[in-house]
């Protein structure tokens, strides 16, 4: 079993620069969500989609979009990088319910 | 505003000892609650939930939470511990079950041999 698929693990990026992540889950799960990690803060909820078609804000949504056109796959898009978002960013998928039940590895991206 | 706090940064047992980790949460009423796992480089590992019902609950690699609502407090023990539990850990918590997750800081587990 794949689980959950985060691509790619490490990037570095321009200020302005746009990119996409990658997040892809294989066990038909509805709930999806994206997730900044930051020293000190814990996770803080980016976007989050309870199935195909429907998205909703997180905590820290300001320059990021995210689409949810089927079921496996929940793309996060950076419009214009900038330094604050340096971090590292996961994806996690559950069944059913906002409780993330499994974690991609993560991508670690830098902003210069 | 609805929080989770996790008062201890770092802690450092020895290998075989006790383990106690903290967890306080702030809502309205009771929320539901977890515990994650984080090794070096890897994603989270959920290791217990508390929905509802018995206020002690049982989770995987032999970790247990006890739920105490006057406390408003959900730490996370194992009795033992080993070496391979050394990682950062997270509680986590949320109103309804498609609520917004809130995680807290997290605490940073060393083991001593």
């Known amino acids: 079993n794949a689980g959950v698929t985060q691509t790619p693990k490490f990037q570095v990026l321009k200020t302005g620069q746009s990119m996409t992540l990658q997040c892809a889950q294989d066990?038909?799960?509805?709930?999806m969500s994206w997730y900044r990690q930051d020293p000190g803060m814990g996770l803080r909820l980016i976007h989050y989609?309870?199935?195909?078609?429907?998205?909703d804000q997180g905590e820290v949504p300001n320059g990021y979009n995210v689409s949810r056109s089927t079921t496996e796959d929940f793309p996060l898009r950076l419009l214009s990088a900038a330094p604050s978002q340096t971090s590292v960013y996961f994806c996690a998928s559950s069944r059913g319910g906002g409780q993330p039940q499994h974690f991609g590895d993560g991508t670690r991206l830098s902003i210069l | 505003a609805q929080s989770v706090t996790q008062p201890d940064i770092h802690i450092t047992v020895s290998e075989g000892a006790s383990l106690e980790l903290r967890c306080n949460y702030s809502?309205?009423?009771?929320?539901?609650l977890f515990w994650y796992v984080q090794s070096p480089g890897q994603g989270l590992q959920l290791l217990l939930k508390?929905?509802?019902?018995?206020?002690l609950v049982q989770g995987i690699k032999g970790f247990e939470a006890e739920f105490k609502r006057s406390q408003s407090s959900f730490n996370l023990r194992k009795p033992s511990v080993h070496w391979s539990d050394a990682a950062e850990y997270f509680c986590?918590?949320?109103?309804?079950?498609?609520?917004?997750?809130?995680f807290g800081p997290g605490t940073s587990l060393s083991v001593i041999p």
């Open positions: 809502y309205g009423a009771t929320p539901y």
């Open positions: 508390y929905f509802s019902g018995d206020t």
């Open positions: 989609s309870v199935g195909a078609g429907i998205t």
């Open positions: 986590a918590a949320l109103k309804t079950s498609y609520d917004k997750v809130i």
């Open positions: 066990m038909n799960h509805e709930y």
